[in-house]
Protein backbone atom coordinates (compact mmCIF):
# COMPACT_ATOMS: atom_id res chain seq x y z
CA UNK A 1 0.00 0.00 0.00
CA UNK A 2 1.47 3.32 -1.40
CA UNK A 3 -0.47 5.68 1.32
CA UNK A 4 1.73 7.25 4.08
CA UNK A 5 -0.42 8.10 7.10
CA UNK A 6 0.38 10.65 9.49
CA UNK A 7 -0.34 8.84 12.38
CA UNK A 8 -0.31 4.77 12.97
CA UNK A 9 -2.63 3.15 15.54
CA UNK A 10 -1.93 -0.34 16.87
CA UNK A 11 -5.51 -1.71 18.35
CA UNK A 12 -4.61 -5.34 17.46
CA UNK A 13 -5.88 -7.28 20.15
CA UNK A 14 -8.53 -5.08 21.27
CA UNK A 15 -12.13 -6.68 21.07
CA UNK A 16 -15.09 -4.95 19.24
CA UNK A 17 -16.01 -2.04 19.96
CA UNK A 18 -12.43 -1.00 20.68
CA UNK A 19 -11.01 0.13 17.20
CA UNK A 20 -13.54 1.86 16.17
CA UNK A 21 -13.31 3.97 19.52
CA UNK A 22 -9.76 4.66 19.30
CA UNK A 23 -9.87 5.47 16.07
CA UNK A 24 -12.30 8.14 16.52
CA UNK A 25 -10.12 9.19 19.32
CA UNK A 26 -6.98 9.46 16.91
CA UNK A 27 -9.19 11.28 14.48
CA UNK A 28 -9.82 13.81 16.36
CA UNK A 29 -6.27 14.93 17.29
CA UNK A 30 -5.40 15.08 13.36
CA UNK A 31 -6.12 17.83 11.58
CA UNK A 32 -8.87 17.94 8.11
CA UNK A 33 -6.82 15.85 5.45
CA UNK A 34 -4.48 13.73 7.47
CA UNK A 35 -4.05 10.21 7.45
CA UNK A 36 -4.68 7.71 9.88
CA UNK A 37 -3.54 4.02 9.58
CA UNK A 38 -5.99 2.00 12.08
CA UNK A 39 -4.25 -1.78 12.57
CA UNK A 40 -7.10 -4.65 14.37
CA UNK A 41 -7.53 -7.87 14.59
CA UNK A 42 -11.16 -7.98 15.52
CA UNK A 43 -13.21 -9.25 12.36
CA UNK A 44 -16.20 -6.89 13.48
CA UNK A 45 -13.94 -3.84 12.86
CA UNK A 46 -14.16 -4.66 8.86
CA UNK A 47 -17.70 -3.61 8.88
CA UNK A 48 -17.53 -1.39 12.04
CA UNK A 49 -15.26 1.06 9.51
CA UNK A 50 -17.53 0.85 6.41
CA UNK A 51 -20.29 2.13 8.38
CA UNK A 52 -18.48 4.54 10.18
CA UNK A 53 -16.73 6.33 6.89
CA UNK A 54 -20.52 6.06 5.43
CA UNK A 55 -22.32 7.69 8.06
CA UNK A 56 -19.55 10.08 8.91
CA UNK A 57 -17.45 12.93 7.40
CA UNK A 58 -14.13 10.60 7.25
CA UNK A 59 -13.22 8.65 4.32
CA UNK A 60 -12.22 5.18 4.07
CA UNK A 61 -9.73 5.29 1.18
CA UNK A 62 -8.43 1.42 1.52
CA UNK A 63 -8.64 -1.64 3.70
CA UNK A 64 -7.03 -4.70 3.64
CA UNK A 65 -6.30 -8.03 4.97
CA UNK A 66 -2.96 -9.45 5.68
CA UNK A 67 -2.76 -12.70 7.77
CA UNK A 68 -4.93 -11.79 10.65
CA UNK A 69 -4.47 -8.33 10.70
CA UNK A 70 -6.77 -5.82 9.39
CA UNK A 71 -6.03 -2.71 7.71
CA UNK A 72 -7.34 0.80 7.06
CA UNK A 73 -6.95 4.53 6.00
CA UNK A 74 -9.11 6.76 7.10
CA UNK A 75 -8.62 10.27 5.98
CA UNK A 76 -10.08 13.07 8.36
CA UNK A 77 -13.30 15.21 6.89
CA UNK A 78 -14.45 18.30 7.48
CA UNK A 79 -17.66 17.78 9.69
CA UNK A 80 -18.88 20.86 7.82
CA UNK A 81 -18.66 19.49 4.64
CA UNK A 82 -20.69 16.34 5.79
CA UNK A 83 -23.62 18.59 7.78
CA UNK A 84 -23.54 20.67 3.58
CA UNK A 85 -23.64 17.45 1.75
CA UNK A 86 -26.60 15.82 3.97
CA UNK A 87 -28.69 18.71 3.60
Known amino acids: MS ?13 CPLPLLKAKQAL ?3 ETGQLL ?3 ATD ?3 WRDFEVFAAQGAHVLEARETRDD ?5 LRKGNP ?8
Do not use: F, K, N
Open 37 to 39: EVR
Open 28 to 30: SRL
Open 3 to 15: LQPDEVLDARQLP
Open 80 to 87: AQREDRAE
Open 69 to 73: TYYYW
Open 43 to 45: AGS
